[in-house]
T-cell receptor
Framework: DTGVSQDPRHKITKRGQNVTFRCDPI?????LYWYRQTLGQGPEFLTY????????KSRLLSDRFSAERPKGSFSTLEIQRTEQGDSAMYLC???????????????FGPGTRLTVL | AQSVAQPEDQVNVAEGNPLTVKCTYS??????LFWYVQYPNRGLQFLLK??????LVKGSYGFEAEFNKSQTSFHLKKPSALVSDSALYFC???????????????FGRGTQLTVWP
């Protein structure tokens, strides 16, 4: 399978614990995005990387959230001191960067569903 | 500011009948428009996009969408619905300004399509 992969698929944690999610993009894609989706809503942008550089962060990304892409390949999203409001599906997507063809299309992984008790 | 509206939370249609899922958008520049489909507990699957050119774009699984600049709409259509088309559909937009580093997509809240036999 050469699509975007995410690990774990499900995570249950207690309030106050730290969690880390991993995303592996499509191999030739140099842009990587994180979104959050809560029940009944569309995905909301969190942040994105071009290679290892984090180019944009949403105001949704509080200081408890941190994302890295140290070698320009896989990325991790860490949430510290989780709160019940962090319960959501965390989606990762990847794309080529302009001006490469099809750079506009983001391809999504299956998501990591986080439940904070 | 960029935004997307999907005015219908649910669309119900009989198998074999045509279907339409509505989307309107707001962007500051020229829009790049996308449709994604989400099956239960899965990530988003790309269906089609409008970047430039012909206002009628064709995508996967027999879906098509028509870009209407004057009405700022990008409705998803299919001539003959299948039961297997039942899923959650999301419209998304981004600004076409390639000079910026903005890569985020803005999503609507989604429309649940149910096709009954």
């Amino acid at each position: 399978d050469t699509g975007v992969s995410q690990d774990p698929r499900h995570k249950i944690t207690k309030r106050g614990q730290n969690v880390t999610f991993r995303c592996d993009p499509i191999s030739e894609h140099n842009r990587l995005y994180w979104y959050r989706q809560t029940l009944g809503q569309g995905p909301e942008f969190l942040t994105y990387f071009q290679n290892e550089a984090q180019l944009e962060k949403s105001r949704l990304l509080s200081d408890r959230f941190s994302a890295e892409r140290p070698k320009g390949s896989f990325s991790t999203l860490e949430i510290q001191r989780t709160e019940q409001g962090d319960s959501a599906m965390y989606l990762c997507a990847s794309s080529l960067a302009p001006p490469t063809g099809d750079s506009d299309t983001q391809y999504f992984g299956p998501g990591t569903r986080l439940t904070v008790l | 500011a960029q935004s997307v509206a999907q005015p219908e939370d649910q669309v119900n249609v009989a198998e074999g009948n045509p279907l339409t899922v509505k989307c309107t958008y707001s962007v500051s520049g020229n829009p790049y428009l996308f449709w994604y489909v989400q099956y239960p507990n899965r990530g988003l699957q790309f269906l089609l996009k409008y970047i430039t050119g012909d206002n009628l774009v064709k995508g996967s699984y027999g879906f098509e969408a028509e870009f209407n600049k004057s009405q700022t709409s990008f409705h998803l259509k299919k001539p003959s619905a299948l039961v297997s088309d039942s899923a959650l559909y999301f419209c998304a937009v981004r600004d076409s300004d390639r000079g910026s580093t903005l890569g985020r997509l803005y999503f609507g809240r989604g429309t649940q399509l149910t096709v009954w036999p």
